[in-house]
């Protein structure tokens, strides 16, 4: 062998994962197990109710359209479906603007108590919002807001608010200190620092708070089912509970009552998915 021969690197054997094919498969169970309930109940939409009688797991043969249509025809629906918009409008609205507002103070101000008020807003995701129904009801009543959208979207509000400024905080927070002082200079206010820079900067944070917040807003159905007695006002989880009382054998009529109730919330997570997991990476980054 001569000096000058180059000694070939020996061959290692790349260590098998399993870890790869272990978390693909828990990837397609959690998928299987949170899509296919969601097809069963749009493509039941589809179906007669004998044929659902007869074979529940079966595709619809022939494919059924009128149970669509006669829910599309009704005033009823309609009526709820704006009520639930204005809701969760009014709710994602509040929630980011009043989110950003704390998220800045504890993410760009420096103040005794900033770790211990930042710490009861983490608390609050450990709340339950349940336990809180009863007193809150009585609270409501005693301001005279029972049967009105701010009795549900006050309350949506303030139990949206930790996840909110957990989120946001991060982001605010990562922005450099370097161009706040360049902002500065040029004769911008923190305010005007808030409007031009962070926000921009912070556009996926700000999206996948208020997807949250409509989508929580647009599913609740407790709060509304308390506070709002009167059924002009009833939203769509309302709605649909009210259908399946009142047609209690029309098993397909309601599946396709609870498909056209749940699709603005799939198409908002659909259409905002990137920017839900870029901000959801980002707070946890922070």
């Known amino acids: 062998m001569t000096a000058n021969a180059t000694l070939s690197p020996p061959n290692r054997r790349r260590p098998v994962s399993w870890g790869n094919p272990l978390t693909y498969a828990l990837a397609l169970a959690v998928a299987a197990v949170s899509i296919v309930p969601v097809l069963y109940v ?21 494919w059924v359209f009128d149970n669509y249509a006669r829910v599309l025809t009704q005033s009823d ?31 760009r101000y420096t103040f005794r108590g900033r770790e211990v008020l930042y710490t009861f807003f983490t ?5 339950p919002a349940g336990a809180a129904i009863l007193p809150l009801y009585l609270m409501l009543r005693d301001l005279n ?12 509000i303030a139990f949206s608010l930790p996840l909110t400024i957990v989120i946001l905080r991060p982001f605010l927070s990562a922005i450099p200190r370097e161009l706040e002082d360049a902002a500065a200079i040029d004769g911008t206010g923190r305010l005007g620092f808030l409007w031009r820079i962070m926000l921009p900067l912070s556009r996926p944070a700000l999206v996948t ?8 807003s647009w599913n609740a159905f407790l709060l509304p089912l ?26 397909a009529g309601i599946l396709a ?19 839900i997991v870029g901000g959801l990476q980002g707070a946890v980054k922070g």
């Not at 749009?42 to 022939?62: M, S």
């Not at 309609?78 to 950003?100: D, E, R």
């Not at 603005?264 to 990137?274: M, Q, S, V």
């Open 209 to 216: 708070v208020g997807i949250l917040a409509f989508v929580a």
């Open 226 to 251: 308390l506070v709002l007695g009167d059924a002009s006002l009833h939203t769509l989880p309302l709605g649909v509970q009210n259908f399946s009382s009142q047609y209690t054998s029309d098993t």
């Open 257 to 275: 009552f609870t498909s056209l109730a749940m699709l603005p919330a799939l198409l908002f997570f659909t259409f905002a998915e990137k920017q």
């Open 42 to 62: 749009i493509i039941g939409g589809f179906r007669a109710t004998p044929q659902i009688v007869a074979d529940p797991a079966g595709l619809p043969d022939p």
């Open 145 to 156: 807001l029972i049967n009105s959208y701010y009795a549900v979207i006050l309350p949506q």
């Open 123 to 127: 608390l609050g995701l450990l709340f």
């Open 77 to 107: 629906f309609w009526a709820q479906a704006f009520n639930s918009a204005v809701i969760a409008l009014g709710t994602t609205l509040g929630v980011v603007l009043l989110g950003v507002c704390a998220a800045f103070v504890l993410a």
